[in-house]
T-cell receptor, first 109, second 114 residues
């Protein structure tokens, strides 16, 4: 059965304190993995697509990486506006997306 | 203007009432989806449609129905609402021509069933 687990569930950081979010997955026929950002009460906003192990993508203070079993979202020197829930979503060969339950990130000024 | 719009944005209804949530998109995408989101459970797929004549059940379709009126419109109905259908509902679209088609989400509808 396809599964995805994100950890930690919640993370509180001081502004400027770098860290990483984890996404572990078991998916048959992985074709890619998405990362989304979701602000409270709003729809998820697309961030990245990773297609194969070893690939990296960057956007401002965010960098996403992919291995055969995990993906990481690294946040470098975060700012309060980076506070949000971050969702990972593996995409299988059956054209299905499986969303993780997310990591709720809070950045204190 | 937003590419994916949902109406209404908020709705309070009573148990047993029929309710329809509507989704429209201007992105020209062929695929559309309905999800619900509950605290701690993440996004769960209710129904999806890969084109106007194609409707498929997701993992939690019981108690829901959908209609794809046009490529740009996808409606979700709750035939007889019950309190455990209280949730945040999202519509999403994707473009199958992209190969690995990332989904783009609407702003959501907050539904409360009393």
């Amino acid at each position: 059965e396809d599964q995805v687990t994100q950890s930690p569930e919640a993370l509180r950081l001081q502004e400027g304190e770098s860290s990483s979010l984890n996404c572990s997955y078991t998916v048959s026929g992985l074709r890619g993995l998405f990362w989304y950002r979701q602000d409270p009460g709003k729809g998820p906003e697309f961030l990245f697509t990773l297609y194969s192990a070893g690939e990296e993508k960057e956007k401002e203070r965010l960098k996403a990486t992919l291995t055969k079993k995990e993906s990481f979202l690294h946040i470098t020197a975060p700012k309060p506006e980076d506070s949000a829930t971050y969702l990972c979503a593996p995409y299988s060969s059956a054209s299905k997306i499986i969303f993780g339950s997310g990591t709720r990130l809070s950045i204190r000024p | 203007d937003a590419d994916v719009t949902q109406t209404p944005r908020n709705r309070i209804t009573k148990t047993g009432k029929r309710i329809m949530l509507e989704c429209s998109q201007t992105k020209g995408h062929d695929r559309m989806y309905w999800y619900r989101q509950d605290p701690g459970l993440g996004l769960r797929l209710i129904y999806y449609s890969f084109d106007v004549k194609d409707i498929n059940k997701g993992e939690i379709s019981d108690g829901y129905s959908v209609s794809r009126q046009a490529q740009a419109k996808f409606s979700l109905s709750l035939e007889s609402a019950i309190p455990n259908q209280t949730a945040l509902y999202f519509c999403a679209t994707s473009d199958s021509r992209q190969g690995i088609d990332e989904q783009f989400f609407g702003p959501g509808t907050r539904l409360t069933v009393l």
